[in-house]
């Protein structure tokens, strides 16, 4: 999805409220693995810049804890910045999970790092996932910016083209 402001004003106005974290942001992806995650969950896992132009969460891979509501870290004060992600699991089969996920914060990458350190890269992911693995082969990332809400301007969504994902790796129903 692009939005795209016609006048300064506007422009102006977007940027405001994009900096204020007042536009709510939805977005599909298909994930690696069945995700068993019931409800609303939420990744609480402060960021960083990393290596080679990554980005990484600030702390360690085994001080992700998971609790009922999702995860965290458990490092006594993180160094990196904010980072919360909240997600719904929509759709399962054997080795996929479609989830919509909403970035409570901004940061770059967020949601692909967040996803490949609980364990769940994004189907097509060769930055942060694992580009040889077979159950990760994608024609191309598979995160779809689905509703934007903007305040004053309304909800806009976009369905996901047809090739965001091929049929044969559609869920064989909508929460087994």
């Not at 204020?20 to 960083?48: C, H, N, S």
């Not at 999970?97 to 097509?124: A, C, D, E, K, Y």
């Not at 040889?132 to 909800?155: I, K």
Request: glycine share 8%; charged share 25%.
């Amino acid at each position: 999805m692009l939005l795209v402001a016609l006048d300064q004003k506007i422009q102006s106005a977007l940027t405001r409220a994009f900096n204020r974290r007042e536009v709510r942001k939805f977005y599909l992806a298909w994930v690696v693995g069945r995700m068993e995650a019931d409800g609303t969950q939420t990744i609480d896992l402060p960021l960083k810049p990393g290596r080679k132009s990554r980005y990484r969460v600030a702390g360690q891979r085994s001080a992700i804890v998971r609790g009922e509501h999702g995860w965290t870290i458990t490092a006594a004060e993180p160094e990196g910045h904010a980072s919360v992600t909240r997600l719904r699991v929509l759709a399962r089969d054997g080795a996929r999970s479609l989830l919509l996920l909403q970035p409570l914060t901004g940061r770059t990458h967020q949601l692909r790092v967040h996803l490949s350190w609980i364990g769940h890269p994004i189907l097509g992911d060769t930055l942060y996932g694992r580009p040889d693995a077979p159950e990760q082969a994608a024609a191309r990332l598979q995160l779809h910016c689905h509703r934007l809400v903007v305040p004053e301007w309304g909800s806009f969504s976009v369905r996901p083209s047809q090739d965001w994902l091929p049929d044969e790796h559609q869920p064989k129903s909508a929460a087994t």
